[in-house]
């Protein structure tokens, strides 16, 4: 009576480790069939820059590139330099980055020269200043694989270190967020963000002409005019590393402006 059971015992815990083995089988399989998928995609990390030699190693140490190249993708680092004066390009140049010098002067200019190179799957743009969190990229890559054209990151849902953001910079962004979300009918919470996300597809739906700090409401008001996806996704915000560049009042009120041209003018 106890061999049997034994024997009924036995033979039930090999039933559970072959159907596990199978499990993990398919499991294997299928990531790897996802691997197989990536392996031809490219994701370039870009970093639009002036004068951030205190952050900017310190950022692109933090890409997590092994991970995204074990998942099959080719990953590119752009430093897209706003003629920097200080350390920033030797420092990008020694990490590995590629340099594109951008055409004239601002965030804006920095954005569309980057975008006019377009020879990417997958974009990730992100401040290098430090205050963006690297480890996310790979959860924008997800949302862009699943449908999205654009992803958005809200450090308004996620967390603001304390001294990373100013009350009047953090109002300021309220304001602005519900007056894009009114204009547009589009629901954001963080329209001023430094990190996005974009598949091919959509920067080549991006009919930009922006300058400066007014870029990221620009970008938001075209892809909701080309009725493209967007996903908001919540990222944390640390201090930045360097001297801030971004001014308050007509930072805002150029990005304001923008919002409403871009709503009322074709």
């Known amino acids: 009576m106890n061999v049997a059971n034994a024997s ?3 033979g039930s815990e090999l039933t559970h480790m072959l159907r596990d083995t199978t499990k993990l ?3 294997g399989g299928r990531e790897m069939e996802h691997i197989r998928n990536n392996g031809n995609r490219t994701v370039s990390v870009l970093l639009p820059a002036l004068n951030e030699e205190d952050g900017i190693g310190e950022v692109i140490d933090s890409v997590p590139r092994e991970l995204m190249e074990k998942k099959g993708y080719n990953v590119k680092l752009i430093v897209v330099d706003g003629h920097s004066t200080d350390k920033t390009i030797a420092i990008a140049e020694q990490k590995g980055a590629k340099i594109v010098m951008q055409n004239g002067k601002g965030k804006g200019f920095a954005v569309r020269t980057a975008f006019g190179l377009n020879n990417t799957d997958f974009l990730i743009m992100m401040d290098a200043d430090g205050t963006y969190p690297c480890d996310q ?3 924008f890559l997800e949302h862009l694989e ?4 654009m ?8 967390h603001v270190e304390s001294g990373s953001m100013s009350e009047l910079n953090r109002a300021g962004n309220r304001l602005l967020s519900f007056l894009a979300h009114r204009l547009y009918g589009q629901k954001t919470t963080d329209v001023c963000t430094g990190m996005w996300g974009f598949t091919k597809e959509a920067i080549e739906a991006l009919e930009l002409n922006s300058s400066g700090f007014e870029i990221e409401a620009e970008m938001f008001a075209q892809a909701v005019k080309a009725n493209l996806s967007i996903h908001e996704v919540p990222i944390d915000y640390t201090r930045r590393r360097g001297q ?3 001014g308050s009042l007509k930072c805002g009120l150029m990005i304001a402006s923008k919002l409403l041209r871009k709503r009322f003018v074709p």
């Open 8 to 10: 009924k015992d036995l």
């Open 25 to 27: 089988t398919l499991r």
């Open 137 to 139: 990229i790979p959860r």
């Open 146 to 149: 699943d449908g999205a054209d």
């Open 151 to 158: 992803v958005m990151g809200s450090r308004m849902l996620g």
């Open 244 to 246: 801030a560049k971004l």
